[in-house]
């Protein structure tokens, strides 16, 4: 069973930037796809970035150009690199690890664009 903790949340200003990183335990996330997505006040969980075992990174649209996703398997450890933040951005950060029979989640992390 792996376990996920997210950290790096927090209120910052529009333009601004946050870094968000997620620990395992319990399990290497070597084997793992890993992603981030969130979810903000009455709209559904949304995928942010996946980046894959051999580090393939995928965006959606809303973030291209603006987040940057990582893994450092050494470490345990995903990180989420978001630049120029708009409000729209405001949501809860998950982090996620899954595999073709698995599916993991940490508890989020809130993260606030505002001024």
């Known amino acids: 069973q792996v376990q996920l903790v997210e950290s790096g949340g927090g209120l910052v200003q529009p333009g601004g930037s946050l870094r968000l990183s997620c620990v395992a335990s319990g399990g290497s996330i070597g084997i793992y796809g890993?992603?981030?997505y969130r979810q903000?006040?009455?709209?559904?969980?949304e995928?942010?970035?996946s980046i894959t075992t051999v580090s393939i990174t995928n965006y959606s649209d809303s973030v291209k150009g603006r987040f940057t996703?990582?893994?450092?398997?050494?470490?345990?450890?995903v990180s989420l690199q978001m630049n120029s933040l708009k409000p729209e951005d405001t949501a809860v950060y998950y982090c996620n690890a899954h595999s073709f029979l698995t599916d993991y989640w940490g508890?989020?992390?809130q993260v606030t664009v505002s001024s």
Not at 69 to 77: L, P, Q, V, Y
């Open 34 to 36: 890993m992603a981030w």
């Open 40 to 45: 903000a006040p009455g709209k559904q969980r």
């Open 47 to 49: 995928l942010v970035a």
């Open 69 to 77: 996703i990582s893994r450092d398997n050494a470490k345990n450890t």
């Open 107 to 109: 508890q989020g992390t």
